[in-house]
């Protein structure tokens, strides 16, 4: 393995490490207190907003609307396997749309 590829590697379990290291309070504080009043799911940034649309109701939800990032949806379980299913289509964290809220509009300034 070259030196580059080293250097990769660290990268790339570094940024693993912070988002886990980040994402496991953020889900303890703000996960969804009751499913079938809705639930935000986040997935990797990189997924775009059709996608994640998509993937919402191919695991059994309904889409109530976009969150402000394209790779946040705001669902309505549709089945008590939807958070199983959700995230083995690629959900990172599952949210209380209503805690989370705050942190995912945009402002007028």
Do not use: H, Y
């Amino acid at each position: 393995m070259s030196t580059e590829d080293e250097n990769v590697s660290r990268i790339a379990f570094l940024i693993a490490f912070v988002l886990m290291t980040l994402g496991a309070p953020l889900a303890l504080v703000a996960g969804p207190k009751d499913m079938n009043a809705g639930v935000a799911v986040v997935f990797a940034p990189w997924i775009d907003e059709a996608t994640a649309m998509s993937r919402v109701g191919a695991a059994g939800g309904a889409v109530i609307r976009a969150g402000n990032l394209g790779f946040i949806s705001v669902a309505m379980p549709d089945s008590p396997a939807f958070a199983n299913d959700i995230r083995k289509a690629g959900a990172w964290l599952l949210l209380d749309p209503q805690v989370v809220g705050g942190c995912l509009t945009e402002t007028d300034s």
